[in-house]
């Protein structure tokens, strides 16, 4: 099993919503591993979950 920890980041910009997302190793936001922008908070929430539950598929 691979124990990388994933974690996303949610947050606004004025009239956007953006989503990251980092792991343990690499936490820094300059960095993400992913990354989206959004017209809502639940989308970018969304999206971020959907790109976690793939990654920790594909590993």
Known sequence: MNDNQLHARIF???DEWYADV???LDPQ???PLWWG???SQKAALDA???R???MQQAS
């Open 22 to 24: 980092d792991n343990q």
């Open 52 to 54: 976690i539950a793939s």
């Open 37 to 39: 922008s959004y017209t």
């Open 48 to 50: 971020a979950c959907a």
């Open 12 to 14: 606004r910009t004025l």
């Open 29 to 31: 936001p300059d960095n």
